[in-house]
């Protein structure tokens, strides 16, 4: 068996580094490719990949899913592995999905604990906090090429961010590809103090609820409702803790140097969980 692991990522060539270092340190694993696609970087991406010996792939055009196909293109292997460039990964994290896939009498999407941590110095092993329901999430996910294949890949409509793996995971789910839940099949993902500012935060905020409109137009089950929010409870709870009358307000509460941190971010997260809602209901009409 040969691992195709596709990592595609834009302009963050420090965090590509480590993720692709602990790539090159796996043990106990079958012939792995390591695959880069860089989707439009003005940094040093490129020289990264190359410095660790990794397939690269430039595609100008921000779209995950349109990176994502050109990675799939470009594997070799049987399996295709999927994780972010801001990974690290233990030595026996390839090992552990090759094995389960080894072990299946039937095709498999196999995922693992996502562990969040501050910086690539943290790494606690895996707790029941970290055990997850989602069929398919592209920062820890492996299935056979033949399976993506045979449902089309990425839906690359999905051209900003967000739900494009769910998406594609229905479709595996509708093909009958089961999925599996390593607990050895472990990763840390680093995610340190927030960095981004608001307004940064909210463009993506926007852009993922717009895609889930496209989402929920699609695939109109209540499986996708409940995944994305566009069920009337959720609706109803956004719109009593971040009315959008008050959300100006929370977005100054949230950025206020005078407020406790505790509150500004809670203040953030209502901020944008009302404006999430509001674009959605906006984009479903």
Not at 105 to 113: A, D, E, H, M
Not at 218 to 247: C, E, M
């Amino acid at each position: 068996m040969k691992m195709s692991v596709v990592i595609a990522t834009r302009n963050r060539a420090a965090l590509l580094e480590g993720a692709l270092a602990s790539l090159r340190a796996q043990l106990g694993a079958p012939e792995i490719e390591a695959i880069v696609v860089d989707n439009g970087s003005s940094d040093d991406t490129r020289a990264v990949a190359e410095r660790h010996g990794a397939t690269y792939r430039f595609e100008a055009q921000p779209n995950r899913a349109l990176a994502r196909n050109v990675g799939i293109a470009a594997a070799t292997g049987e399996i295709v592995l999927f994780v972010d460039d801001d990974v690290v990964l233990p030595p026996y994290f390839v090992a552990a999905h090759a094995r389960t896939h080894g072990a299946g009498i039937f095709p498999l999407v196999v995922t693992g604990p996502i562990i969040n941590v501050p910086s690539a110095d943290v790494r606690p092993v895996p707790t029941f906090v970290n055990g997850s329901n989602a069929y398919f999430c592209t920062c820890n996910v492996s299935v056979p090429r033949s399976a993506l294949d045979a449902v089309g890949r990425f839906d690359e409509s999905f051209d900003k961010y967000g739900w494009e793996d769910t998406e594609l995971g229905v479709r595996l789910r509708n093909f009958d590809v089961r999925r599996r839940f390593v607990w050895e099949a472990y990763l840390w993902h680093i995610k340190p103090p927030t960095t981004e500012t608001l307004d940064a935060a909210l463009e993506k905020t926007i852009e993922k609820a717009r895609m889930a409109a496209k989402f929920v137009r699609k695939d109109p089950s209540r499986r996708a409702k409940l995944a994305t929010g566009a069920y009337a409870f959720n609706r109803l709870r956004a719109h009593v803790f971040s009315p959008r009358a008050a959300q100006a307000w929370l977005a100054g509460v949230a950025t206020s140097d005078r407020v406790p941190a505790p509150l500004a971010r809670m203040a953030r997260d209502l901020v944008l969980d009302g404006v999430y809602v509001d674009e959605l209901e906006r984009a479903l009409r």
